[in-house]
């Protein structure tokens, strides 16, 4: 079972908060709509989506329509994964949710759901690791090609990645086969986990919940990257990270110690 599914019951928002928040996203559509005339027809087009799901599935297939992936065909086939997979939106709603909470220039859920790439990327990767999970692996890949060349992000659909996650300005994210990236963890752009080389089978790093990593690091290998630490950014990281730590520089090194409370994916200070 993967991270993404095993925690979909526990991680998710509660069944209040998802629909508060899909409301508020409904409700700050209206006002656009009412304010400003360029967006007018495509916030009433989301608001007559009617539901989160078919919501998730305009955004995405619209944002993602490619020659080979046109918009119907993507719309249809997401729409199926959705279908199939339900708890995939109950953890959109908790990315959504994070990404609000954490990014000083995010204006609401809105904002989130239309215009952040990182977003977008992360639920298009929880649609091909579920494709991956079904033994749809042709497909599952061509998704994710498909987001790589779009959206310049570049995630394998086998890799498990937990939910409140969010990937800031994401260009140039990297993540491999077999890495992991537990709950509440925030990864800035540039970001590569990666492996060490030619090596087969599990090679790829395992990010523990909290973590925050900042713009341009790079951690390679089947390493942990203990809970509640903090990778800054331009850093090479090649040794396993203890928890609760800041490490920095080429190789990373341990520059600072956090007591338990500290959660730098939260809180997203960048300094050392």
């Known amino acids: 079972m993967s ?3 095993a925690r979909a019951d526990d991680a998710a928002p509660g069944h209040d908060e998802a629909a508060g928040l899909w409301r508020r996203i409904a409700g700050d559509a209206r006002a656009l709509a009412s304010t400003e005339p360029w967006l ?3 916030m009433h087009a989301l608001l007559a989506a009617g539901t989160p799901e078919r919501m998730l599935v305009q955004v995405l297939s619209r944002r993602l329509a490619t020659l080979d992936w046109p918009e119907p065909d ?6 199926e994964v959705l279908d199939a997979a339900p708890e995939l939106v109950q953890l959109a709603a908790r990315d959504l949710g994070a990404v609000t909470e954490r990014d000083p220039a995010c204006a609401g859920p809105l904002h989130v759901l239309l215009n952040l790439k990182g977003f977008h990327a992360l639920q298009m990767h929880r649609a091909a ?11 599952a890949h061509s998704l994710s090609n ?12 086998a890799a498990r990645i937990g939910s409140g996650v969010m990937l800031d300005h994401a260009s140039g994210i990297v993540i491999g086969e077999t890495a992991v990236v537990e709950d509440d963890v925030s ?25 925050m990593i900042g713009a341009g690091a790079t951690i390679l290998g ?3 990257i203990g809970m509640m630490s903090k990778v800054a950014a331009g850093s090479v990281v090649l040794e396993p990270v203890p928890p609760h730590c800041t490490v920095a520089g080429v190789p990373a090194r341990v520059v600072r110690w956090h007591d338990a409370q500290h959660v730098p994916a939260r809180e997203m200070d960048q300094r050392l």
């Open 74 to 79: 993507l719309r249809a086939l997401l729409t």
């Open 40 to 42: 007018r027809r495509r």
């Open 3 to 5: 991270v993404l599914r």
């Open 222 to 224: 089947n390493i942990e």
């Open 129 to 139: 690791h579920w494709l991956w999970q079904q033994g749809r692996r042709d497909l």
């Open 187 to 211: 990864i800035l752009q540039s970001v590569t986990l990666g492996g060490t080389g030619k090596e087969h089978g599990d090679r790829h790093p395992k990010v523990r919940r909290g973590v």
């Open 146 to 157: 498909t987001v790589a060349t779009v959206l310049a992000i570049d995630i394998h659909p």
